[in-house]
């Protein structure tokens, strides 16, 4: 039955949300952790608090599931049959999913019914469509063999989820995984689980076998490690932090050397040259900057802008964030909700605090709505005269400031390369030989030209340098990377 926005917001409101483990045949514990929703910080329901034996439960189900190959056995054309009626049910199912998001991760109602779920659902369509068109290849071998080049699930993948963009990330991992056949564990981000555990539900129904998908909520320092220490796991792909990315290079290399891909932070420039058109750059820029409360890894929170339209660009720019309405994520007409939780609105408001001292000046937003709700409501902010020595320009906030420099001549792409980071970048210029040069000479995994985009479902999606390495999200490239390859040589007598 389908179930309405307004029914899981009252459910939120009465503390009954719930998401638990889905492991086959396996009941574990019963302790349970408290999930507060970032509107107000009330309690909206409990997850359950899984640990390592957990792991080794889901590990062992999983590994079973892979060797009787009631998964991976199937043709690719029955697979297929699996994944199209999840993403039927997930289609039929996404008010409900949109509504667990905002009230779980404080996301505007709105984005999630209209961006999130939408990319989720073709996320899913994507890889059940792809899967039974895959090819191997044969080598160039002459007469005397015969060398195939075979594409095979590889086993046991463990992914590991962040709060930012709870159903869309768990699409990106799970999907094209379980669509090449893996057995897949997949743990969310703690503050939130609550649309994971739905969608694991639905993929039961759907008549994914339980042994191919498990689901375990809980803590990173629990359940994440077990998972990235695991021997008999084949592969972690992980999204979040830069910093506990680090960590599952080492769980992997302390353990059984497996598999990691990594999709971590960013610090995106957005440059404006001379040339750009500013009306239409505007929407885009302000859209990277701040969109999702900038909890975003792509989000393009430095702009490099040439010093001769930087105050024509600054008047639009904070002309147009006053249409930028700041309250209640459930509230249909707002853009900014809460940061997710207290110790990360923490974190920013020290952000603003440090980039004022460090003399910055606030040319737009900069106020904290303690009196909404929970109190960790910032206005999307915009810092003018930043350096690259400033902490706003070097260090990924994942909160609403946007900071401000500026360049005279060639100095922009060594600005916007200052970074460890290169996950994405964007630049505006109505010059095409400029637009060829500078799109080859930005050092990320996806530079827009003129808009900003993460690309789509057929482009791959991962960053450069510290922002992460192992492989993708998004496209064929995703299929592939949860595939290894084997070479079947026979000789020809
Ligand atoms: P995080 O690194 O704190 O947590 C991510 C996941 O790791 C969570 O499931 C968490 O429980 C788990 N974890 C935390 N500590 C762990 C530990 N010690 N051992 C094992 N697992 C542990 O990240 P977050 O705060 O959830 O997400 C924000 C970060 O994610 C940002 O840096 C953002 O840039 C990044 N991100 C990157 C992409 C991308 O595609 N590159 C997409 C979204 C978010």
Known sequence: MKVTKEAVFERARSGLLWAGNLIENYQGSNEKLE???PIDDSIIGFIADGDAQDVDAAVSVARKTFSDGCWQGLSPQERKQVM??????????QEELAALDCVDAGKPITECLNTDMPATIETFYWY????????????PTGHQALGLIVHEPIGVVGAVLPWNFPAQMFAW???????????????????????AYRMVELAYEAGVPKGALSLICGLGEKVGEAIGRHRDIDIVSFTGSTEVGRLFLKYSAESNLKEIVLECGGKSPQVVFEDADLDAAVPHIL???????????SCGSRLIVHESIRQKLLDKLVAALAEWKVG???????????MVEKAHFEKVKSFIDLSVKQGANIVAGGKIHSEMGSGWYIEPTIFDNVTPEMSLFQNEVFGPLLAVSTFATEEAIALANNTHYGLAAS??????????????QINAGTVSVNGFSEGNITTPFGGFKQSGFGGKDNGLEAFEQYTQTKVIWMINH
């Open 427 to 440: 630049f505006y210029s109505q010059n095409i030989h400029r637009v060829m040069k500078v799109a080859r």
């Open 84 to 93: 199209l009626r999840w993403a039927q049910l997930i289609e039929l199912h």
């Open 128 to 139: 059940a469509e792809a899967l039974d068109k895959m090819f191997g290849k044969v080598a």
């Open 35 to 37: 999930t507060r929703t």
């Open 287 to 297: 859209s990277a900057a701040f969109w999702n409360m900038s909890e975003n890894c």
């Open 173 to 195: 991992k799970v999907a094209p995984a379980l669509a090449a056949g893996n057995s897949v564990i997949v743990k969310p981000a703690e503050l939130t689980s609550l649309s």
């Open 328 to 338: 209640d994520p459930m509230d249909e007409t707002v853009s900014i909700g809460p």
